[in-house]
């Protein structure tokens, strides 16, 4: 169905993306891509609907056959009845303003009669789970709405090819479930075939026939994924704990661990314990009936909450459960109601240069921060907005463990450095309170255990950081604290592993894996093969006791 011939692409001279790639996808076949971000998965993709060259320019050698059309000679719109395209941004693939609106447009141009195009609007809102939001408009959906709307736009043209690069990033857990489950559907049941993009492997490697590994230096590998993820660079929970215990390749699904585990019996102790950060006599922050409306639509319905010094809370729930709302209004980056009080001082009163020393808040799309030409010209302008000596910003950028060649220019960074550069400048104010809103989204696994040393410096140093997430890995790994969300409401608050390991859907894999003993990341397993039990982990198990036994 998809053939990739010698297949070589550069962007400029001397910078070659992809690098004699030769395989062969399937009809009917899951493939996963997989690499570390920047390594070319976007690229690739690109090729197979004919993006890569025809709008990104560059030089293509090489071709790449998709259903007999060779895509040098075909654009984009010629490939549209055979292939469906969804980047990484939901937003900019909308050409309308409403959600039905939206899934037609494709139809329309395809010359579909009318008919069948309401036919199978219908069909798709209801395969995306998003019948409710027919007449919404775009722009007052969540990012995760989106998502599911672009994708339904794609799917309703019926393709024979479904092209996804990152469909569930911007997806809680269980969304992300009826996503890759309604995917799945297709592939299984209708033929389709798909090559999916994802960082978050832990959602989707289950479900994969194939897998290709880009590992940055333009090469391909093509094969299982049980093999690949034995050896790539790229590491979800189930290879980290593969590799720990030594298997020869790599559970797909968290039943697949838990029958190796029970069949191996392997003696399992439990590396810490979660401890909880006693409550300050003065919370960084204090709300009490915070209150947000978008006209008639409730976000946040009066919460009430404390953000204590040194710690972080992550702000868990489905899409549209109000967690950005929430971390905007504690910002007092949108109206709201309610008392609101950051040493003191209520943010909402304040000018922006302000209160960006008392609390402060990173974006979804960290780029929104970043308007300057240069690394370098950001860096002066922060320093110069926060009063700070020059050098501050580009210190905290440093101690955050980034180095970035001053003349770069913002747009060329990876999603992991331009997170920390906005962080860096954010930070320059010297904040107590730091908020940051889904940063993992586009972030590879590398990228993400560095940001979780970012977030656990700042908790050393005394700041109270609160993130919103769809991550339950990174939430386990990176949190002292859990907030569950839904419908503008506080449904859950408590310490982290206690609040993971109580919910199936906000579990971290190591926590299904070991369940019911109370692991959550894969730091916390270490494997004995000896067999030997240790001493208090025969019987029942007891929680946080610091020893677990399978």
Not at 62 to 72: A, E, F, H, I, M
Not at 179 to 207: D, F, N, P, Q, Y
């Amino acid at each position: 169905m998809i053939s990739f011939e010698n297949l070589s692409f550069a962007y400029s001279p001397g910078r070659q993306t992809l690098r004699n790639v030769n395989l062969e996808i399937a009809e009917g076949e899951l493939c996963l891509l997989v690499g570390p971000t920047g390594a070319g998965k976007s690229t690739l993709l690109g090729c197979v609907n004919g993006l890569v060259p025809h709008f990104t320019g560059g030089t293509l050698t090489g071709r790449v056959v998709v259903d007999g059309r060779d895509t040098r000679k075909y654009q984009p719109q010629d490939l549209a009845d055979v292939v469906g395209y969804v980047g990484q941004d939901p937003l900019k693939s909308f050409v309308t303003d409403i959600v039905a609106d939206e899934i037609a447009y494709a139809m329309e141009q395809l010359g579909i009669s009318p008919a069948a195009m309401r036919k199978r609007i219908e069909e798709t809102l209801d395969l995306m789970g998003i019948a409710q939001l027919r007449e919404r408009p775009l722009a007052e959906l969540s990012g995760g709405q989106q998502q599911r709307v672009a994708i339904a736009a794609v799917l309703a043209a019926q393709p024979q090819i479904l092209v996804l690069d990152e469909p569930t990033s911007a997806l809680d857990p269980t969304a992300a479930q009826d996503v890759l489950s309604a995917i799945s559907m297709l592939v299984h049941e209708v033929g389709m075939t798909v090559v999916l993009a994802e960082h978050r492997l832990e959602r989707v490697m289950h479900a994969a026939d194939s897998m290709i590994w880009l590992p940055g230096t333009g090469a391909a590998e093509y094969g299982k994924p049980a093999q690949l993820l034995r050896h790539t660079s790229v590491i979800p929970p189930l290879a980290a704990l593969a590799r720990i215990a030594e298997w020869e390749d790599v559970p797909l699904s968290v039943r697949d661990a838990r029958r190796r585990i029970q069949t191996g019996q392997p003696v399992l102790q439990l590396a810490q314990s979660s401890t909880s950060t006693p409550p300050s006599d003065t919370p960084a922050l204090q709300a009490n009936k915070i209150t947000v409306r978008y006209g008639n639509t409730l976000a946040v319905n009066g919460v009430d909450l404390a953000l204590e010094p040194g710690t972080v809370t992550a702000f868990m729930g489905r899409n549209g459960a109000g967690k950005s709302s929430l971390l905007w209004a504690l910002a007092g980056g949108i109206p709201s109601t309610g008392r609101l009080s950051v040493a003191g001082h209520d943010p909402r009163e304040m000018t922006p240069d302000a209160s960006r020393t008392l609390i402060t808040l990173v974006p979804q799309t960290a780029a929104d921060l970043l308007y300057l030409p240069t690394v370098a010209d950001e860096l002066a302008q922060a320093d110069k907005e926060s009063a700070a000596e020059p050098g501050t910003a580009l210190a905290i950028l440093q101690s955050l463990g980034i180095e970035l060649t001053p003349e770069q220019d913002p747009r060329d960074l990876s999603e992991g450095q331009r997170l920390a550069l906005a962080l860096a400048i954010q930070l320059t104010a010297r904040p107590a309170v730091v908020l940051l809103d889904e940063p993992t989204r586009g972030l590879d696994y590398s990228a993400k255990d560095h940001l979780t040393q970012i977030v656990k410096e700042l908790q050393l140093a005394g700041k109270a950081v609160a993130i919103s997430t769809h991550d339950v890995e990174f939430a386990a790994a990176a949190s002292t604290r859990v907030v569950l969300m839904a419908d503008g409401d506080i449904i859950a608050d408590g310490d982290t592993r206690t609040v993971v390991t109580s919910s199936p859907a906000y579990s971290p894999q190591m926590a299904k894996v070991f369940a019911p003993f109370d692991v959550i990341t894969p730091s916390e397993v270490a494997i004995r093969l000896d067999g030997e039990v240790p001493a208090g982990t025969k019987g029942n198990p007891r929680p946080n006791d610091g020893q677990v036994a399978s």
